[in-house]
């Protein structure tokens, strides 16, 4: 068995409802997928979601027209 290689992301979100802005850390698992390819699953607060930039929605307005940007992303 693999061991997965875990990469920590900070992800920014912008709702363009309320303007709210936060960070949330997703973790990015990568793990060999036995074919010579490179699988990727996600986790967020210690459980499997989508990516990040999935449908996030608003915790402020519960919005779901929300700006994901990736760590290190200008703006
Ligand atoms: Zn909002």
Redesign the pocket.
């Known amino acids: 068995m693999r061991k997965p290689h875990i990469l920590a992301q900070i992800w920014r979100f912008n ?1 363009l ?2 303007q ?1 802005v936060w960070e949330s850390v997703y973790e990015a698992w990568h793990v060999d997928d036995g074919h010579g390819g490179d699988a990727v699953t996600w986790r967020h607060k210690g459980l499997v979601s989508m990516p990040p930039w999935v449908d996030p929605s ?1 915790p ?2 519960s ?1 779901l027209r929300v700006r994901s940007l990736p760590p290190g992303a200008p703006g």
């Open positions: 709702c409802a309320c709210h608003c402020a307005c919005g």
